[in-house]
């Protein structure tokens, strides 16, 4: 059917779902649409909106839209769901991640149907699109992301939106300014200053925390190493070059594609072999829930390596 054809590629350009009145406008009438859906083809994913594919768990991007398509054209993506969807590393799965957080006109407050809408108030120079989805700026998705999560996950957002270039650096003043008065930014005020783009990870950064909060921040990240003959042989995700040691985040999504281990590994062990003769240490997620660990086994390499040197003299 033509009708049908023209709904589905309307769908397509909307992450796959269309609304009652879309498919309508296509030509579907109200038996045609509920024939899609009785027979499996269409499955409905909010009043009034459908899913044209068979996906058992629509992606983040068509919930969105599914969202945007009731609430109309002033709807916009806000808080963790626009960081998700800028892909800033951070927001980990807990209580409110499974929500779409929405902001829409005369709504604020309500909860129902995997919806949290908030009645902020976003300014049209706040306001972008991404995929066709109407979102907040990079800049005001941080903001608004610090505000609604912990201080680990609210750090690492920061970082990653610097490490992509989706903010600056020398801009993180504005928004933090831009929070004040507004419930949570007193909590969050010495946040923005221990931001660092040069994270690769929300990994990174929270191991970066963990010794900043021990007394024992990392002098440098992305620490460069180097062989006999001055060729970079890789770098150290954190480092005390001071004392002659390094460390790596060893989070799974490096290691997620083929050879990705063995590549690394030999990075590291040519890291271990320069000539600076650096201790590296390796952590995993599972050492995070242990970070007294972490900090004594730094300090421990940091001893070891002081009686290394002092051996060689």
Request: glycine content about 10%.
């Amino acid at each position: 059917m033509p009708e049908l054809s023209s709904a589905h590629a309307l769908a397509a350009a909307q992450h796959g779902v269309i609304s009652r009145e879309q498919a309508a406008g296509c030509g579907l009438s109200v038996h045609q649409i509920q024939r899609l859906v009785r027979t499996g083809r269409w499955r409905r994913v909010r009043v009034g909106v459908y899913l044209v594919r068979g996906d058992p768990a629509p992606a983040l991007a068509a919930r969105v839209m599914a969202a945007q398509l009731v609430y109309g054209p002033r709807a916009v993506a806000v808080g963790g769901t626009a960081a998700r969807l800028w892909r800033m590393q951070g927001p980990l799965p807990g209580p409110g991640h499974e929500f779409i957080h929405l902001c829409a006109p005369g709504v604020a407050g309500a909860k129902h149907e995997g919806l949290r809408l908030h009645g902020w108030r976003v300014g049209p120079d706040e306001v972008t699109l991404c995929g066709g989805i109407r979102l907040t700026t990079p800049g005001r998705t941080v903001r608004d992301t610090v505000l609604m999560t912990d201080r680990y996950s609210g750090i690492s957002v920061i970082d990653s939106a610097l490490q992509q270039g989706l903010v600056n650096a020398e801009d993180l003043p504005v928004p933090e300014a831009a929070n004040a008065g507004r419930q949570g930014a007193r909590r969050t005020r010495s946040w923005w200053s221990l931001a660092d783009g040069r994270a690769q990870s929300t990994f990174e950064t929270r191991l970066r925390l963990v010794c900043h909060d021990a007394g024992i921040p990392p002098e440098t990240l992305q620490y460069p190493v180097h062989d006999g003959e001055g060729g970079l042989v890789g770098h150290a995700d954190l480092a005390w070059p001071g004392w002659g040691v390094v460390a790596e985040a060893d989070g799974s999504a490096p290691h997620a594609l083929p050879d990705a281990l063995f590549t690394d590994r030999r990075r590291q062990n040519r890291i271990l072999s320069a000539p600076e003769r650096l201790v590296l240490l390796r952590f995993t997620w599972r050492d995070l829930q242990r970070p007294d660990d972490i900090v004594a086994m730094i300090l421990e390499a940091r001893d070891q390596r002081a009686a290394m040197a002092g051996a060689a003299r």
